[in-house]
């Protein structure tokens, strides 16, 4: 571990709690350089929804290496992008309805996220942005005013502003979609009107906190009425992480912008891209650019990706058998262990369990590392155990991993509330 203690900065994070060295990965294990193998229930925050070297996707960046197609290619056309916008319009944006421009950013999340705000306020002509409570949206200045994480806001050493906070849904038992609405009625109530709203339908570092098809339907009306565009982050719950492959889609409602990162690349290879309406594309050529928007590797693995598994309904109906499984687990610990859990939050398999006290939910994430699986928390306290395993997880590789939590579960009851009394 030396040359880490010596020479990474200690903004590092996960490699604190989880503290060995990692040399190889497949499906859903992970391997250490001692040979001990984890289950990973964190799947690079998301980002792994297919797995780790999934064969297939491995096979045709392999194929496409050898016949050395193109690695970097600015923005320039290539057949491995070709091959992507195809499959994305074949088998993602026309079966739902959807008519979007694409627009590839930078290779990560937040730059997808600056990338879409950006172009809101040039297509509106306001500044001002609309976001919500607990909602987490990147570490970049203009991603990072959005976001309401204390801990990470306090890491800019600037001025965030430019952005109005409202609740989400469920937040405090408030009716921020009701502030909201009569803010931008009156005259006197201070708000600038917003180009655009952000949101995450599904709150990943918030805590699993969920829209409900009815408030999402409500704000689409609010912003349509107001002229304001709404932008949907889905860059963690999106690519099948709810139960299908947009977050927005029970709900009806198709959002002007959309970002995706994380998990669009498949093979776990950075990527990031803008969906936006085709009246909204108003950029002039290299208005915003980047070196690294033609990460053609990933183009090649996220059609791949999007081909095996979302040309039907097999792969959602296993992410809903899934999600089940999980729901029973975590349902039978609320009701058995009343002191420890609040409640279940999420939903599809970006699902999980509220503890009653952030200590448990560390504890619970401890003890299951320490029994052979990669868990981790969420929520504005850490207070929410997030099972997040890839999509592609075996019937018998969650119920190990199901069976490693509840005896977690039991362990930490044990040592927090059966010494007490």
Known sequence: MDIFNKQESKVRSYSNSFPVIFTKAKGCWLETDKGERYLDFLAGAGSLNYGHNNPELKQSLLDYIEMDGITHGLDMHSSAKAGFLTALQRDILHPRGLDYKVQFTGPTGTNAVEAALKLARKVKGRSSIVAFTNGFHGCTAGALAATGNQHHRQGAGMSLNQVTRIPFEGYADIDGLKLFETMLSDNSAGMDKPAAVLLETVQGEGGLNVASNEWLQRLDKICKAHDILMIVDDIQAGCGRTG????????????????????IGGYGLPMAVVLLAPELDIWKAGEHNGTFRGNNHAFV?????????????QFEAHIASCSSKISEVIQRNVKRHPDLFAQQKGRGMMIGIECNDSEYASAIAKTCFENGMIIETAGPNDEVVKFFCPLTITESELEQGLSIFENAVELVVAKHFKKAS
């Open 301 to 313: 693995t996220a059609a791949k990706a999007i081909e095996l598994y979302w040309s039907d309904n």
């Open 244 to 263: 299908t492959f947009f977050s927005f889609e029970p709900s009806g409602i198709k959002p002007d912008m959309v970002t995706l990162s994380k998990s």
